[in-house]
């Protein structure tokens, strides 16, 4: 009989029952698996800043608006974590009886199925998605249904838990790099957050071969910390001429902006440091509105692009590349998955350096 099927087998979820709530501990049934679901045990789950927003049930639009997420779908209550990694423990389908036992990075990111964006690799794209951790129980768990067994990335030959991460940070990090490539050598490329995206993207792009990347921060240990992941010059966006150091130390070739921060100011900071012909990626969700005289994005041929996650087969690449460069040794904290909500506070205070990730060394079934 499969774990599935003991009707007494039970999980404990790290949920809250409402946004900005506490967590708590609560026991689910192990239900009997659909012919293509896989269950695993979560072994180890990533903090995300998304995480902090989800908690929070909002982003911040600027103007003192707020877009609510309970009006977009997602209702408490809610478990958290979209950077799983985790050991098959039992299948739907006996077919893949082989798949117990292995170890796994999720992809998180899944849409309907059935439509021409997830049909065409563009599940993270859906506009009815069933993203894990978000619309669906996701990592802050014991186990973890999966829907279906493709979701499962082989990671074999790198640290699990640094692994997790790239489920989210980096694909979301390589998938906006993807959208500026190709960068030629006598171009800058400037990162803005040197936070856990802002270290990846350095590190990735330094894995490419690029080197004129340009670190910016408000924090000095996070700018030390760019320098020591690739980056050849850092700048402070407090400092006023901070605009004018960034052009002169690019030769006015700024061919992209990757902004890991996305608020009014760093969006703006980004613009203006642009080339003709520039790109500026937003990933990051600080929230504020865009204020930008529209003939400068035209006279200038400058690109603004929104970047969210990524698709299926970009992670399967990036898991390829990180096999191949060893790019995402960032510092990182191993916590309990019992510390999930003191973690979810001291990421929104900016209390962590690199990336917090959760461990779950409590499993038992019971």
Same mark, same amino acid.
Request: contains cysteine.
């Given at each position: 009989m499969s774990i599935s099927e003991k009707n007494h087998s039970q999980y404990t979820r790290h949920e809250f029952k409402e946004f900005g709530g506490e967590f708590s501990a609560?026991?689910?049934?192990?239900?009997? %698996?659909?012919?293509? #679901?896989?269950? +695993? !045990?979560v072994n180890f789950c990533g903090v995300c800043h998304s995480d902090v927003h989800i908690h929070e049930g909002y982003y911040e639009l600027g103007g003192g608006k707020k %877009?609510?997420?309970? #009006?977009?779908? +997602? !209702?408490?209550?809610v478990t958290l974590g979209h950077e799983v990694v985790g050991t098959v423990v039992d299948v739907g389908n006996e077919e893949e009886s082989n798949l117990i036992g292995k170890q796994f990075l999720v992809y998180p990111w899944i849409g309907c199925g059935e439509c021409v964006d997830c049909l065409n690799d563009?599940?993270?794209?859906?506009?009815?998605?069933?993203?894990?951790g978000i619309f669906k129980p996701g990592g802050y768990a014991e186990n973890l249904i999966i829907p279906n067994s493709r979701y499962l990335i082989d990671i074999e030959g790198l640290d699990a838990a640094h692994a997790s991460m790239l489920a989210c940070s980096g694909?979301?990090?390589?998938?906006?790099?993807?959208?500026?490539?190709?960068v030629i050598n006598e171009d800058s490329v400037v990162?803005?957050?040197?936070?856990?995206?802002?270290?990846?993207?350095i590190r990735i792009l330094s894995s490419m071969g690029i080197e004129n990347i340009k670190a910016v921060d408000i924090s000095e240990d996070k700018r030390e910390l760019a320098v020591l992941s690739g980056a050849k010059e850092t700048f402070d966006p407090a400092d006023?001429?901070?605009i004018d150091k960034i052009l002169f130390a690019s030769d006015n070739r700024c061919a992209a902006v990757l902004d890991f921060v996305g608020n009014d100011q760093t969006v703006s900071l980004g613009l203006n440091v642009l080339k003709k012909g520039g790109e500026i990626v937003i990933v990051g969700l600080h929230g504020g509105e865009l204020k930008y005289p529209i003939p400068v994005i035209i006279t200038k041929a400058i690109s603004i692009i929104g970047s969210y996650t990524g698709s299926l087969g970009e992670l399967n690449e990036l898991v390829t590349f990180a096999k191949q460069n060893n790019f995402f040794n960032i510092p990182i904290e191993m916590r309990n998955l019992e510390e999930a909500e003191r973690s979810i506070y001291d990421l929104a205070q900016g209390n962590v350096k690199g990336r917090i990730i959760l461990e779950n060394n409590q499993y038992q079934l019971r």
């Open positions: 609560t026991s689910y049934q192990i239900p009997k %698996l659909q012919k293509s #679901e896989v269950l +695993i !045990k %877009l609510s997420l309970l #009006e977009r779908g +997602i !209702k408490p209550p563009k599940e993270n794209l859906c506009i009815t998605p069933a993203s894990i694909l979301t990090t390589y998938s906006a790099i993807n959208k500026i490539m190709p990162v803005i957050g040197c936070g856990g995206l802002g270290q990846l993207a006023s001429e901070a």
